[in-house]
């Protein structure tokens, strides 16, 4: 009896400890699964939930805030033992449009593209499945305000060109978004100025490309290096700088040698 016993808690027991090693959201464990190929378009869709609803636990680099002319862009990269899993890249032309586009990966795979986008008062949500490398499913959603739109349900496009679509064709975003996150070729930033105002320091950076992107850093807590950049600007002009931020609603914001980054952090240059 005691036998019989043990032996049918042990799928509980086992289920019990799998589930206290992982982060804890019920689809949690789907992360660490290792078949990519298989995978549906409900499996994926549950993965990308997990990993939006895990996002606190990943390691997270993030690009500064480019603003060319009227649009703003900047990337984030979630990893998760050294691998990246999830990227997202936003842009933002104040008031007239939006998008935000997330790349999910299993195993280095890209599985899931996710676009949301705002024109005006036009909401959309679109989202392409992947198995195989290949296109299979592609969905959208649209609404007149972004709280109608969580209320639709996503409609399936059978009729769409996307189906021959390739990972290959967004190999170049992500190579574009790693060169953001990095700052290297048309996102390598030099010193420009210093703006110094009453409340408010701002380092001011240019593209090492003509014509380039700019990046504005608020400083709320200077430290000796930033005594030293508003001291002697011109002693840093055109040259490339080392420091860290994060970025706080859409704006980077300057890190203190002496302070921990937790959250969004750039890359020491």
């Given at each position: 009896?005691?036998?019989?016993?043990?032996?049918?808690c042990?799928?509980?027991?086992?289920?019990?400890?799998?589930?206290?090693?992982?982060?804890?959201?019920?689809?949690?464990?789907?992360?660490?699964?290792?078949?990519?190929?298989?995978?549906?378009?409900?499996?994926?869709?549950?993965?990308?939930?997990?990993?939006?609803?895990?996002?606190?636990?990943?390691?997270?680099?993030?690009?500064?805030?480019?603003?060319?002319?009227?649009?703003?862009m900047?990337?984030?990269?979630?990893?998760?033992?050294?691998?990246?899993?999830?990227?997202?890249?936003?842009?933002?032309?104040?008031l007239?449009?939006?998008?935000?586009?997330?790349?999910?990966?299993?195993?280095?795979?890209?599985?899931?593209?996710?676009?949301?986008?705002?024109?005006?008062?036009?909401?959309?949500?679109?989202?392409?499945?992947?198995?195989?490398?290949?296109?299979?499913?592609?969905?959208?959603?649209?609404?007149?305000?972004?709280?109608?739109?969580?209320?639709?349900?996503?409609?399936?496009?059978?009729?769409?060109?996307?189906?021959?679509l390739?990972?290959?064709?967004?190999?170049?975003?992500?190579?574009?978004?790693?060169?953001?996150?990095?700052?290297?070729?048309?996102?390598?930033?030099?010193?420009d100025?210093?703006?110094?105002?009453?409340?408010?320091?701002?380092?001011?950076?240019?593209?090492?490309?003509?014509?380039?992107?700019?990046?504005?850093?608020?400083?709320?807590?200077?430290?000796?290096?930033?005594?030293?950049?508003?001291?002697?600007?011109?002693?840093?002009?055109?040259?490339?700088?080392n420091?860290?931020?994060?970025?706080?609603?859409?704006?980077?914001?300057?890190v203190?040698?002496?302070?921990?980054?937790?959250?969004?952090?750039?890359?020491?240059?």
């Amino acid at each position: 009896m005691k036998t019989s016993y043990i032996l049918s808690c042990l799928p509980v027991l086992v289920t019990i400890l799998s589930c206290s090693q992982q982060p804890k959201h019920p689809q949690a464990d789907l992360i660490s699964q290792s078949a990519a190929t298989a995978m549906t378009d409900k499996t994926i869709g549950i993965l990308a939930d997990s990993i939006d609803a895990n996002l606190a636990q990943l390691e997270k680099q993030s690009s500064l805030v480019y603003l060319q002319g009227e649009q703003s862009m900047y990337a984030e990269r979630y990893s998760s033992n050294g691998k990246a899993i999830l990227y997202v890249e936003q842009r933002d032309n104040g008031l007239i449009n939006s998008q935000i586009k997330k790349y999910y990966f299993k195993n280095d795979s890209l599985i899931l593209v996710q676009e949301n986008k705002k024109i005006n008062n036009d909401y959309t949500d679109t989202r392409i499945f992947l198995r195989n490398n290949i296109a299979f499913n592609k969905e959208q959603r649209k609404a007149n305000s972004f709280s109608a739109l969580q209320t639709k349900p996503y409609l399936s496009l059978k009729s769409i060109k996307d189906n021959t679509l390739k990972e290959d064709d967004y190999k170049q975003n992500i190579r574009t978004l790693d060169e953001a996150i990095a700052g290297n070729n048309q996102y390598e930033m030099l010193f420009d100025q210093f703006i110094d105002i009453p409340g408010e320091n701002i380092i001011q950076l240019k593209s090492k490309a003509q014509n380039g992107y700019t990046a504005s850093i608020l400083v709320k807590e200077p430290d000796a290096f930033i005594d030293s950049l508003k001291s002697n600007p011109q002693n840093f002009r055109n040259e490339k700088l080392n420091f860290k931020w994060k970025v706080e609603e859409k704006e980077a914001v300057y890190v203190p040698v002496a302070a921990k980054v937790t959250s969004a952090k750039g890359l020491n240059k």
